[in-house]
């Protein structure tokens, strides 16, 4: 396993960051108010195979414009 530096948060870190939240916050509105709250966690999960088949992450595009360094497949 490699041994991270958690000082930095690099583009994929934050990808994970927010793709777990929203599943949770998606988690804790149906179960507390409305079934319509698993749909944040559907969306997710269409995110995540939108990027595993072609590469491309609204998300991660978002954060490169508002400069979030990328750690994977950079110039090191």
Known sequence: MENTNTQSWY???VLFL???SV???GLIVANF???WGLLLNLLVGINMILF????FCP???VL???GVPKKCG???
Do not use: H, K, N
Request: glycine fraction near 12%; charge should be positive; charged fraction near 20%.
């Open 11 to 13: 583009l994929e870190r």
């Open 18 to 20: 927010i793709a777990g």
């Open 23 to 25: 599943s949770l916050i």
């Open 33 to 35: 108010f409305s079934p």
């Open 52 to 55: 595993s088949v072609t590469g």
């Open 59 to 61: 998300m991660g595009f």
């Open 64 to 66: 490169t414009r508002l």
């Open 74 to 76: 950079s110039d090191r």
